[in-house]
Every structure is written in structure tokens, then in C-alpha cells.
């Protein structure tokens, strides 16, 4: 039986303040939380309404009491947030940057766009919304135990690159990206969903991109989401690859 003080613990781990706070998340659902434990992530405690190893097992009543989905998925789990160790780019790696996204969905979509195209490094401003926050997680499908998140200033964390290393953004006055030469290695910048990348970043692209409109006609879509836009961006660095 789950106890007043796991529910309260539980329920305020909604609130970013809190996690950081307890230094713990949550994750919910077989596939998440066995992803997440199958990376060598620590389960705090781990719930579930049938039998799962190591797990405490509740009724469907009281997981509906913890749960932040409308329709819960029979395992949640209250995991430690991890130390991040990284602090800059690894030599001759692919990574993301993502500078302001805000949408909780966004977030957790290309955290799982990263996984899918073996980036492992995403560097986020520390005005991106919280990786942790339940609706990320819950995004990421899983991913989020395969991608190592690092909140950073992301304008001093590029400014002390070497000025050769490749920073590459999508940008309206870029390049078309499927006639730039593209490496292996370097950071890809994504910006905020409204405003794009900031302009105190926008100094430090040497690699500016353009992922083309190929609409005919007056009447088309003014942008891309920042999550279609990563999938398209990765997508051309791998294929070059």
C-alpha cells in the first residue's frame, strides 16, 4: 500500500522547483521505466498495479493517485536525476544545442530524434524547459535514458570552442542545406519555437542553414516545428555520413 507522504512526494514532482529540489523524477509506463532501469538509472521507488520485478505492487486506484496521464500505464517509477559530467562538445561527435525551446512535447520529440540518429549530447540554454518535467519524459519514449541532457549558457559554452569547430543553425538567411558540405562533427544549433535563435547566439554560427521551402504558390506554411525541423536537419547530417 502507497503511503500519504509517497503521494505527496509523488505528486510534487510536477513542479521543476520540487525536482530539483529532491533531485528525482518521475517516469511512467513498462517500456520508459524499463528503459531507464535496463541504462543504470536508480529507481527511488517503483510501482505497479501487475507483477514487475522489483516493484511495489499497488492497485489500479492508487496509481491513478500518483499518476500524471490521463490514463496511466500500469508501472511508475520515482528515478534520481543523474549527474551530467559532460561540459563541453566530444571531439568528433555530432551533437544538438537547443537554445530557448519551451514546448514540453518538443523537447521530448527530439530527445528521441537524437537517440534515433545516435546523437548522444544535447546541450540546452537554461531557459529550455526542465528534461525532467513529467510531459518530456513521457515524450521521449524511452530515449531519454540513451541521451545525456546538459543545461549550459550556450553562448559561453560556444564562444570557447575553437574557432574552427563547426556550429551550425538554422537560420532564414542560411544556406540551403542540401547543397552545404556537412561534417561528421561539430554542434547543431535549434532555436526557440517563436523566435528562432537568440540574438546573442546568432553571432557565434560559422555554418549557417536553410532547410528550403519547395512550395509553389503564395499560400504555404510560414515555418517548420522545431522538432519536424530537427528530424530533417539530423536526418541530412547521417545521410552524408
Given at each position: 500500500?502507497?503511503?500519504?507522504?509517497?503521494i505527496?512526494?509523488?505528486?510534487?514532482?510536477?513542479?521543476?522547483?520540487?525536482?530539483?529540489?529532491?533531485?528525482?523524477?518521475?517516469?511512467?509506463?513498462?517500456?520508459?521505466?524499463?528503459?531507464?532501469?535496463?541504462?543504470?538509472?536508480?529507481?527511488?521507488?517503483?510501482?505497479?498495479?501487475?507483477?514487475?520485478?522489483?516493484?511495489?505492487?499497488?492497485?489500479?486506484?492508487?496509481l491513478?493517485?500518483?499518476?500524471?496521464?490521463?490514463?496511466?500505464?500500469e508501472?511508475?517509477?520515482?528515478?534520481?536525476?543523474?549527474?551530467?559530467?559532460?561540459?563541453?562538445?566530444?571531439?568528433?561527435?555530432?551533437?544538438?544545442?537547443?537554445?530557448?525551446?519551451?514546448?514540453?512535447?518538443?523537447?521530448?520529440?527530439?530527445?528521441?530524434?537524437?537517440?534515433?540518429?545516435?546523437?548522444?549530447?544535447?546541450?540546452?540554454?537554461?531557459?529550455?524547459?526542465?528534461?525532467?518535467?513529467?510531459?518530456?519524459?513521457?515524450?521521449?519514449?524511452?530515449?531519454?535514458?540513451?541521451?545525456?541532457?546538459?543545461?549550459?549558457?550556450?553562448?559561453?559554452?560556444?564562444?570557447?570552442?575553437?574557432?574552427s569547430?563547426?556550429?551550425?543553425?538554422?537560420?532564414?538567411?542560411?544556406?540551403?542545406?542540401?547543397?552545404?558540405?556537412?561534417?561528421a562533427?561539430?554542434?547543431?544549433?535549434?532555436?526557440?519555437?517563436?523566435?528562432?535563435?537568440?540574438?546573442?547566439?546568432?553571432?557565434?554560427?560559422?555554418?549557417?542553414?536553410?532547410?528550403?521551402?519547395?512550395?509553389?504558390?503564395?499560400?504555404?506554411?510560414?515555418?517548420?516545428?522545431?522538432?519536424?525541423?530537427?528530424?530533417?536537419?539530423?536526418?541530412?547530417?547521417?545521410?552524408?555520413?
Amino acid at each position: 500500500m502507497i503511503s500519504k507522504n509517497q503521494i505527496k512526494l509523488i505528486r510534487s514532482l510536477e513542479m521543476k522547483k520540487n525536482r530539483k529540489q529532491n533531485g528525482l523524477f518521475v517516469a511512467e509506463g513498462p517500456k520508459v521505466v524499463g528503459d531507464l532501469l535496463q541504462a543504470g538509472y536508480h529507481a527511488k521507488m517503483l510501482f505497479a498495479t501487475r507483477e514487475y520485478p522489483h516493484a511495489e505492487l499497488i492497485t489500479a486506484d492508487e496509481l491513478h493517485r500518483i499518476s500524471f496521464l490521463q490514463h496511466p500505464q500500469e508501472v511508475l517509477a520515482v528515478f534520481e536525476i543523474p549527474l551530467n559530467a559532460m561540459s563541453a562538445p566530444a571531439e568528433h561527435q555530432l551533437c544538438l544545442a537547443l537554445d530557448g525551446v519551451q514546448d514540453p512535447g518538443n523537447l521530448g520529440t527530439i530527445i528521441r530524434i537524437a537517440d534515433w540518429f545516435g546523437i548522444s549530447h544535447i546541450f540546452c540554454s537554461t531557459d529550455t524547459v526542465d528534461a525532467y518535467n513529467p510531459k518530456v519524459v513521457q515524450a521521449t519514449m524511452g530515449s531519454l535514458a540513451h541521451v545525456q541532457i546538459v543545461y549550459t549558457d550556450l553562448v559561453e559554452l560556444v564562444g570557447n570552442l575553437p574557432p574552427s569547430y563547426p556550429v551550425y543553425g538554422t537560420l532564414l538567411d542560411g544556406e540551403n542545406i542540401y547543397e552545404q558540405e556537412l561534417s561528421a562533427e561539430g554542434i547543431i544549433v535549434m532555436g526557440n519555437e517563436g523566435n528562432g535563435i537568440s540574438q546573442a547566439l546568432r553571432p557565434h554560427i560559422n555554418r549557417r542553414l536553410l532547410i528550403p521551402d519547395f512550395h509553389v504558390g503564395a499560400l504555404r506554411a510560414e515555418s517548420l516545428n522545431v522538432a519536424i525541423a530537427t528530424a530533417i536537419t539530423c536526418s541530412e547530417f547521417r545521410r552524408r555520413k
